[in-house]
């Protein structure tokens, strides 16, 4: 499994890779292999405004449908409209090419709440993750 070093995560399984005042958030490596091979993802509109926490949109897999959640507050500022088309590029690639929105941060503190990828490994391991 890979967790990079450079990004933030939630205990809901979604990251933040922080540029300047933006934000790439998408679903870990690991949140990809429960789900199982990604069919569908629905995402905000740009423009959007989210606060930490709240419901950004949903994804459905061959297993099931889950909600996704923002791990950071802010505007979304851009959306990864080729998982309209390929939503498997979130099982092939979750940090490059399946990101799914940039948000322009409000608040850069709370990138600081988040675990770094050695404490979401090992939260992921306490939930009996592999």
């Not at 490596?29 to 990604?38: N, P, T």
């Not at 950004?56 to 080729?82: D, M, Q, T, W, Y």
């Not at 690639?93 to 050695?118: H, Q």
């Amino acid at each position: 499994m890979t967790t990079p070093e450079d990004s933030r995560y939630a205990k809901s399984h979604e990251y933040v890779h922080v540029e300047g005042d933006v934000g790439t958030i998408g679903i870990t490596d690991y949140a990809q292999k429960e789900l199982g091979d990604v069919v569908f993802v629905e995402l905000p509109t740009v423009g959007t405004q989210l606060d930490a926490a709240d419901e950004l949109g949903s994804i459905e897999s061959v297993k099931a449908v889950s909600e996704l959640f923002s791990p950071i507050s802010g505007e979304v500022v851009e959306v990864n409209e080729r998982l309209r088309e390929k939503p498997e590029l979130i099982n092939t690639d979750p940090y490059g090419d399946g990101w799914m929105v940039r948000i322009k941060l409000s608040d850069s503190t709370e990138v600081d709440e988040l675990m770094n990828a050695e404490e979401y490994e090992e939260y992921i391991e306490a939930e009996g993750g592999h």
